[in-house]
């Protein structure tokens, strides 16, 4: 077993390094007076965002930061009151054009980070972003 286990150790240091890198911030959905009362988890790397969703089936989206399209976030009254707001990605993703991390503290900071981050990882792999106007404009 130890030996099975070496090798493919060995193979996937790709995993390894994964695994061992730290996330820049992570959160829960906090809908409940700014508790984070949620099976839902928020975690930002510098090249993605990953969204945890669940208890008994789990389910895990990751989006591209150089993907990120655009950027918005909302505060409604109560979210002000408690601290929290939502941010709201578009990306190029097909399957997955909007993702929404809901009822995060710090949406500000969050917001202006992932616009960073996704701006120069776009730099960094040379990818640009093409803007498409509506059919009325």
Do not use: C
């Amino acid at each position: 077993n130890t030996e099975v286990w070496s090798r493919m150790k060995s193979k996937n240091k790709p995993l390894e390094h994964v695994a061992e890198e730290t996330p820049l911030w992570s959160d829960k959905k906090r809908p409940f007076f700014g508790l984070p009362l949620s099976f839902t988890r928020y975690t930002l790397y510098p090249d993605r965002i990953i969204i945890e969703r669940g208890f008994l089936f789990r389910h895990h989206d990751e989006i591209r930061l150089y993907r990120v399209r655009d950027l918005k976030m909302n505060q409604g009254p109560f979210q002000q009151w408690f601290g929290v707001g939502d941010v709201v990605l578009m990306s190029g993703d097909v399957s997955s054009p909007r993702f929404i991390l809901r009822d995060i503290l710090q949406p500000q900071d969050v917001f202006r980070t992932i616009s960073d981050l996704a701006e120069s990882e776009r730099r960094r792999i040379g990818v640009g972003v093409i803007e498409s106007f509506p059919h009325e404009w």
